[in-house]
Every structure is written in structure tokens, then in C-alpha cells.
């Protein structure tokens, strides 16, 4: 009898094992999409010698944030919309929409579509033009969308092994075999500060409450019914998304610290990936690189504008056509791709100045959400990141340069970029204690039992 149960619980164990693997690295993979690539080597060119500082503040950005977001959003629910419904059901949809317009036709598909021709066919094939690739690129994406099948599963099968074998294979020979040596940084400043904004451009925390939903979803069809059960199995898989993602930012980051003699401070990212790839496996590069970035876009590409017509298919409950929406989101994307990478980096950098300050406090709050009794505490805290946010990068962009040393030097934490910080806790506070003494807005309780999968 005892012995039946140690076999039963074996076997009970190896099979979550297995299935917190294979989980695992399908979330790496939903997270470490191509465009991705192009962020640390740049970094870490950037920093030189100090890019273990800029590592630390990237990865505190992008996986930390982002796991932590799937884990948090899972916790309360598993949908795209929980992780901001205790400011407000509104809000909350309006963030989900606002989030899914970032990480598809507005910032993310359009620039898989950059980063193919400037990394793979522009180097190869200079003579065609931008405005060939992202039609064909695009008209690929819509015959996917509109006809799922074995191609995709074959692609997203092989690809993700491939991109992490070949990876690995880069990092080790950099490691024992640096191209060059760590020279004084080329950006100076905050190195840390640096390495956390720049993980914005990621978006993986704004993706990570939708992750949350696809692997809840599919541990339930793996048989973790339990709310318990899916909650646990979907740390165990972060854990191991975040190990694998710790190692591929962290190395290359490190090889674009090994590039400072390589390239003029003028580079861009898409250069300093393409060239740190020729400098280590030499013309054969350039062909590995363009081959992994195009078949690892194509499939980004077909996810997420996927993702987008369901979306907007489901919340207007069946109004919105499925085809009409994917064919809408891939004519903007189109034309938002034909701009530079470098260049939707630039557009999209003060739009996620606003919004990702406003993920983390939510992230924050919403991961000690059982010790948060009044929704005023969210309410407030959102609405002194958003008010701060707003105005330090509109005094910025408009060049309002004595109200920005103004706020440097009463904010604080404003002069490395983080002037919301101190709004959001003061404002959180006294909403918070508004809400306890006036008696205003919900409580935590009025939650419960609706939404939340587990709270432990």
C-alpha cells in the first residue's frame, strides 16, 4: 500500500516536472522573441566595463518583471484585464486595449518586420527596398493567421531549440574567447537606470498578463484543473523561463561589452547584433543570424497579430470580425514598419515611459494584493504614476528645460528617471486611508470570490 503511493507520487512528480519544462521553455520562447536580440548587445556595447550594472538593471525590467507579471496575473485570475481591475473595470479594459495595441500593430509587429530587412535581407540584398519586405513579410503573417496549421507548429517546434543551442554556442565562445577587451563606457550616466529603461523597449511586462492566460489555459489541459495546482506549476515554469533568460541577456550583454573596439559610438543595435555575429562564426554568421531572426519574426508576427483579432473579436462579442481586425492591424503595422528600428524605438520610448511605470506599481501592489484592504491604495498610486510620468516626459519632449531641473532636484529619485516613485507611495497612502475612513470605493473582499484563482 505504501509503496503504491512513493510510485504513484514518482510518477505524479516526474510528469509535473515534464510539464513545467516543457511550459518553461514555451514561455521563454513567448518572451524571447527576435526583436529582443537587438536590446543587450547594444547595452552592453553602451556600458563596456560596466556592464554587469547595466545587466542587473535590465533584467530587474525584463525577465524579473515580466515573470513576476504572469505569476501576479495568474494569482488574481489569469486574464489580461484582473492585474488593473481593482482601480477600475474601465481602467482595466483600457489598459488591456492599450497593451495590446503596444505589443502588436503599433510597436512589436512592425518592428519584426524592420528587423527582418535590416538584419537579414538588407546586408544580403541591398538593392531592395523595405517597402518589398514588409509586404511580402506581411502577406506571409495573413496567410498563417488565416490558415493555422503545421507550418507554424513545425517552425515554433525547431525554432525555439535552434535559437537557444545557437545562442549558447555564441556566448560560450565569447566568454572563453572575448573579440575584444571591456573599454570605459561609451554612454555615460547611470549605467543601472540605463540597463532598466531600456528593458521597457522589451514590452515582455505588458505581454505577461496575456501570457498568463495562454499558460493557465493550457497546465488546465494538462490536467492541473485546481487553481492550486495551475497557480504552483505556473512558478515552476517561470522559474525556468526566468533561468533561460537570465543566461541569454546576461551573455549578451557581455558580448556587446566585448565590441567597444569594434564599432564607432555611432552604431545602432541591429549593427552591433549583425557584427558581433560575424565577428564570431565569421561570413557564415551573417547567414545564421538572418535565418533565426526571420523564421523567429515570422512566427512573433503571426502570434501576436493572432492574438490581436481574438482580442478585439472577443471584447466586442462577435461585432468585430476576426479577418477584418488581423487585415486593419497588419495595413498599420505595414506602414509603421516601414520606418527604422532605431526609429519605432524612438516613437514608441515616451509612450512606455508612461505606461510601464504604471505595470510595475500595479505588478508591485497586486503581488501583496491579499495585504491591500482598500481599492483607494491602487487608485492613488496609479494616479500619481500617471500624473508624474505625464509631466516628466512632456517636460522633456518639449524642452522644458528648467522645469526638468526643477524636478531633479525636488523629486526624488527624478534625476535618474524614476520621479514616479514617490507620487505613487504618498498618493497610494493617503487614497488608501481615504478609502478605509471615508468609507469610499471597494474592498478587497468584493473581489474574492469572483475573480481570484488562488491567494496564498
Request: charged letters at 10%.
Amino acid at each position: 500500500m505504501v509503496a503504491g503511493v512513493i510510485i504513484r507520487k514518482g510518477v505524479m512528480m516526474k510528469r509535473q516536472y515534464r510539464d513545467s519544462m516543457t511550459v518553461g521553455f514555451a514561455l521563454f520562447a513567448i518572451f524571447f522573441g527576435a526583436g529582443n536580440l537587438i536590446f543587450p548587445p547594444y547595452l552592453g556595447f553602451s556600458a563596456g566595463r560596466d556592464w554587469l550594472s547595466a545587466t542587473g538593471g535590465f533584467l530587474l525590467t525584463d525577465p524579473f518583471l515580466a515573470i513576476l507579471t504572469v505569476v501576479v496575473t495568474t494569482k488574481l485570475g489569469g486574464r489580461i484585464d484582473d492585474i488593473g481591475r481593482r482601480v477600475g473595470v474601465n481602467f482595466a479594459k483600457g489598459l488591456g486595449v492599450l497593451t495590446i495595441l503596444l505589443i502588436t500593430s503599433l510597436v512589436a509587429v512592425p518592428r519584426t518586420a524592420a528587423t527582418v530587412h535590416e538584419i537579414a535581407i538588407a546586408p544580403n540584398f541591398p538593392g531592395i527596398s523595405p517597402v518589398w519586405t514588409s509586404i511580402i513579410f506581411f502577406s506571409l503573417t495573413m496567410y498563417f493567421v488565416f490558415n493555422e496549421g503545421r507550418v507554424i507548429d513545425f517552425i515554433g517546434n525547431f525554432l525555439t531549440p535552434m535559437l537557444l543551442i545557437t545562442l549558447a554556442i555564441f556566448i560560450i565562445r565569447v566568454v572563453f574567447n572575448p573579440p575584444g577587451e571591456l573599454s570605459a563606457p561609451i554612454v555615460e550616466g547611470n549605467q543601472f537606470i540605463r540597463g532598466f529603461m531600456e528593458g521597457y523597449q522589451t514590452m515582455d511586462a505588458l505581454a505577461a498578463p496575456l501570457m498568463a492566460g495562454i499558460v493557465v489555459t493550457d497546465f488546465v489541459r494538462r490536467g492541473y484543473g485546481h487553481p492550486e495546482q495551475s497557480y504552483h506549476m505556473v512558478k515552476k515554469a517561470g522559474y525556468i523561463a526566468l533561468a533561460l533568460l537570465i543566461f541569454v541577456y546576461s551573455g549578451l550583454t557581455y558580448i556587446g561589452a566585448t565590441m567597444g573596439s569594434h564599432f564607432p559610438a555611432s552604431v545602432t543595435r541591429v549593427e552591433i547584433l549583425l557584427g558581433s555575429f560575424l565577428q564570431v562564426f565569421g561570413g557564415m554568421g551573417a547567414v545564421l543570424i538572418a535565418l533565426i531572426v526571420t523564421l523567429a519574426c515570422l512566427t512573433t508576427s503571426v502570434g501576436l497579430t493572432a492574438t490581436c483579432g481574438d482580442f478585439f473579436h472577443s471584447i466586442s462579442n462577435g461585432r468585430l470580425s476576426y479577418k477584418a481586425i488581423v487585415l486593419w492591424s497588419l495595413v498599420v503595422s505595414f506602414l509603421i514598419s516601414l520606418f527604422t528600428v532605431d526609429e519605432i524605438i524612438i516613437y514608441a520610448g515616451p509612450i512606455l515611459e508612461v505606461i510601464y511605470p504604471v505595470m510595475i506599481t500595479l505588478v508591485l501592489l497586486s503581488a501583496v494584493d491579499q495585504f491591500i484592504i482598500y481599492d483607494m491604495t491602487y487608485i492613488g498610486a496609479v494616479t500619481g504614476v500617471l500624473l508624474m510620468s505625464i509631466i516628466e516626459v512632456a517636460s522633456r519632449l518639449l524642452g522644458w528645460t528648467g522645469f526638468s531641473q526643477w524636478l531633479d532636484h525636488w523629486i526624488p529619485l527624478a534625476s535618474i528617471g524614476l520621479a514616479w516613485v514617490m507620487p505613487a507611495i504618498i498618493l497610494g497612502i493617503v487614497f488608501g486611508l481615504i478609502g478605509k475612513y471615508a468609507a469610499v470605493g471597494k474592498q478587497l473582499a468584493d473581489h474574492n470570490e469572483v475573480h481570484t484563482v488562488y491567494r496564498a
